[in-house]
């Protein structure tokens, strides 16, 4: 980076917020995908939000790349810089501007942390369902980039359905304002739609306007064990087929099973082939009949066992299993690679047996668990990256795994995204004019191609 | 050593620790100095992906390496929450050494460390003559607390309130001791640790006592030295090595039930990082260091788990005092409920519980004094926590952190006490 446009980002943003050295560079070069780092030239942390447009328009004006970073938790690679130039952190834009118990809803800043900023809603009495499992961690802005999931999509959703509007700098640094405080809004193209999961790629996100929900009054949690994977995932489509949305209803097998009760010894049955961890909410009522319900379903599909939390004390422990399954698994092996590839939901059990088989094939250990309900398996294979021959393997395995997705009628991503990882088989998913029409929005809307370049269709 | 590929072969072998970080990111969420500055590098993933980086020659300036290894308080709170278990503090440590060995130690940190510190007849000899001659430069800060500050020091200490060194250190007052188990038929070894010994002198015989009347015996023996912390937690192997040396001369012969330390840093350094770093040392030292970090326990879950101690009710004018977990305590060891228990043994006082009891307080050993800017920062937010819980007393189970507590209650001009749970309960014997 030349000193000159050091200066001038420095006179932006204050010398403070300006880094340069090797080892604060090196610090933004990765996230949490397994990828070669990237270093950028420079980072820089604008603490207002009219900083941020500035360094939008100086970016743009050098011809300089801008990867825009939350807390740099995707499983995609869409934070690494991967053509280098200026990492933009939001994590110094993290004010809650408004929450509107009124009118249901809430403007954030892009550096917001989702935990913190569901906890706030919470202590107003409402509810923002989405969960990432990085929550603790990850930004408001990077959700909505990413369009994270979490384990409330089946009934609740995703990050998508609740983002309202945007505001963003295009890439002049002039703000473009998308969306509204209201339920209905056709104002305009859908510009914040447009925004949604488009991975920094297309404007640097100013303020977020999310829409909030009443929580639900009442929670009953069950866990259902199964001799058989088969039964399992039949039992996720009986339940849907008998007109019950569960709030989660989640997947574990057999050996994410044995190793969650090895780490954290929650009492799971590890003889089981396959767990079912569903809750229900709503109107305590309704809570208590869908439950009923559920319960019925379990057993005529064939559960050998369900086991309904009495209180929330049982009902943290079922969740706590779920909760423990990534790092369980994670510990086993120095690497994990955590895939997200999503069927429609009565293919599960089709992709299950796939899964089995490239386990085979490749010789990998792979643990499954994930969110059933809505199709969105994270097959979870435990490798050493370090051990070349091994890690051929594992890429052809993904390879296989995304063909085998595809083939039911699936996704590559249900909610970690794109980015660098998956861009190369955009093309298998959907078509060649569908990544030519995407470039020719980019290069409309980025003429220089600044915004986070080489993410999601390449180039 | 200067030699490149002497620092990549040693990085090297932390190699299959680094891996394991897969760089998640949750370590943001509990990061005293993330929660500062938001700054990767201050971070457990950031500094993992440097020393990663460094060993795979992606980064090539160990000098900067160094500095940002330096900004932590070693507090632990990045692997009490790591999904998978980095052993992050024990990577920081091995490679805080590695890069000293690279680098070299600086002048001053030589001069403590290898002149001073694990010279432990010059180090008493030293504090005592300070002792006689602090009263001259200092001044009386805040006498609920207990503290002092001096213009004349502040090139050195800066804006400290801090304690004066007791007037007789602890191993003047009982130069040895080896009393037999009585009552409880168990027996102790006791290790006072340095700011015990020199400064909290009153929680050695608030300890003592407590023994005393629960008819515990004491083994005390003469030469104790430090536990290795400072040095090591500074990089300097050679003197961490020489300190727990003497400490496993001091011990020897000695029979006890367990080891106890009134100071939770003393405690976690003797169960934890002695064995951990023990394969630097003979077979025969290994296995005495095996035996003894077994043994060693924090004091209060030694009164509270051994004894059986049942606390009774708190009388109606009871003080109220809240506890502070040390890191030390509550992430090292997952000692948290005894210190309480122990408090509620003294019928005058009753527990009332702060915000973010279990946050670190800042102090950080040797990071108060190398970046006292943003230990005075994070202390200030422990400092507002006690002070918004209404308590009329702090209590807390680490002279490191009393130390801390003081100072930024005293700075803020609180009329808190800061009172380690033994003293409190020792209060009621």
Known sequence: ?459 | MSDMNELLRMLGELDDQLVSCMRCGMCQAVCPMYGQTGRESDVARGKIALLEGLAHKMVQNPEEVQDRLSRCLLCGSCAANCPTGVKVVDIFIKARAILVSYMGLPTVKKLIFRGMLTKPGLFNGLMSLASKFQGLFTSPANDVIGTSCSRMLQPIIGERHFRLLAKTPLHSEFPSLDTPAGKSGLKVAFFPGCMVDKMYTGIGQASLKVFSHHGVGVFLPAGQACCGIPALASGDMDSYLTLVRENLDAFKGGSYDALVTPCASCTATIKEVWPMLSDRMSPSEQETIKAMAAKTMDINAFLVDKLGLTPPAPSADAVSVTVHDPCHLKKALGVSAQPRKLIAMNSHYVVKEMAGADVCCGCGGSFTLTHPDMSATIGQQKRDNIKNSGAQVVATGCPACMMQISDMLSRNGDRISVKHPMEIYAESL
């Open chain 1, 1 to 459: 980076m030349n000193d000159a446009l050091k200066k001038d980002f420095e006179a932006l943003v204050g010398k403070e917020n300006v880094m340069e050295s090797e080892s604060d560079r090196f610090s933004y070069a990765y996230d949490a995908a397994v990828l070669d780092p990237v270093l950028p030239g420079l980072v820089v942390r604008p603490e207002t939000r009219e900083a941020m447009g500035r360094v939008v328009k100086l970016a743009n004006d050098n011809g300089l790349p801008l990867t825009v970073r939350g807390s740099g938790t995707n499983l995609s690679g869409g934070t690494i810089p991967k053509l280098g130039g200026l990492v933009v952190l939001t994590n110094a834009l993290n004010k809650i501007l408004e929450i509107n118990e009124a009118d249901l809803y809430a403007i954030v800043e892009p550096g917001v942390i989702t935990a913190k900023f569901a906890a706030e809603v919470a202590a107003r009495g409402l509810f923002y369902p989405p969960d990432p499992g990085s929550q603790a961690v990850s930004t408001m802005g990077g959700n909505v980039a990413e369009n994270a999931g979490g384990l409330r999509g089946l009934k609740y959703g995703v990050t998508k359905d609740y983002v309202m509007g945007v505001d963003f700098f295009d890439v002049d640094g002039e703000l473009v304002k998308s969306g509204s405080r209201t339920v209905k809004c056709v104002t305009g193209m859908n510009l914040h739609g447009l925004m949604v999961a488009s991975e920094g790629t297309l404007g640097v996100f100013e303020k977020i306007t999310l829409k909030l929900v009443p929580p639900p009054q009442a929670q009953k949690a069950m866990m259902a064990i199964f001799d058989d994977v088969n039964k399992a995932c039949e039992t996720v489509a009986a339940i849907i087929a008998a007109k019950i949305v569960p709030a989660t209803l989640e997947f574990m097998d057999n050996f994410t099973i044995r190793t969650v009760e090895d780490f954290a010894h929650v009492g799971l049955p590890v003889e089981a082939q396959a767990l079912l961890l569903i809750e229900v909410d709503g109107h305590p009522g309704q809570v208590a009949e869908e439950a009923e319900k559920v319960e019925a379903i379990c057993k005529k599909m064939g559960a050998q066992r369900i086991q309904v939390a009495k209180d929330a004390a049982e009902r943290n422990k079922v969740w706590e299993a779920r909760r423990a399954a990534l790092s369980a698994l994670a510990r086993l092996s120095p690497t994990t690679v955590l895939e997200d590839a999503t069927v429609p939901r009565s293919k599960i059990p089709a992709m299950m047996v796939a899964l089995e088989n490239i386990a085979q094939k490749y010789k990998l250990t792979i643990g499954t668990f994930g969110h059933a309900g809505d199709g969105n398996l994270h097959p979870t294979i435990l490798t050493d990256r370090r051990n070349k021959e091994e890690w051929k393997r594992v890429e052809e395995a993904i390879d296989d795994i995304f063909d085998v997705a595809l083939g039911l009628g699936g996704t590559l991503s249900g909610e970690h995204g794109i980015g660098i990882a998956k861009s190369k088989y955009m093309e298998k998913e959907t078509n060649r004019a569908t990544i030519l029409f995407s470039r020719r929005l980019k290069k409309a809307i980025d003429p220089k191609g600044i915004l986070n370049p080489g993410k999601i269709v390449g180039e």
